[in-house]
């Protein structure tokens, strides 16, 4: 009998339980999250030297998937000390009085293309905006996974820069984000 009441039980938990998605632990060596766009006609890059980020997700449970980022405003570097000394300054980043930046995921769906989307919030400078974008993945049951992503912000949405160039004439209004992380499954 007690048999028989371990198997129904076990049954009963296996359908009933939740499906969970996986849990990721970043390569921060091998990832990076990193921003370009222009200044004075000259292309410029840089990237967020410190971020952290968690990410649950599978592709055949969308649902219970989510990502979550942060990074600190000031890490933001280019390798040119003139746009590095300017971006945490007030009309920039803030980074005195806004540490730090976040984007928090909404929702996921797969595209007919194979990739997916994602919809979330991006807070930064205390201003939240819808943002959407692509990303795509290698094999997800491959160690480790990629996932990449190239996405345009508008940099006054967020009151960048917006009071030294209100017209865009220096640095452009489009910065992409590129995204390219490096994770593995804990």
Known sequence: MTYIFSIVFLSFITLFSPVFAASFEIDYTKSSISFSGTHAGNA????????????????????ASSIQANFETSSAKTGNSLYDGTLPQADWFDAKNHPKAEFQS?????????????DGTLTLRKISKPVSFKFSLTDFKASPVTAKANFTLNRFDYDIGKKSDPKAEWVSKEIVLTLNIIANKK
């Open 44 to 63: 410029f890059d840089g990237k967020f030297e410190n971020w952290t980020a968690n990410i649950t997700f599978d592709p055949e449970n969308l649902d």
């Open 106 to 118: 909404t929702k996921i769906t797969s595209q007919p293309d194979g990739t997916f989307q994602i």
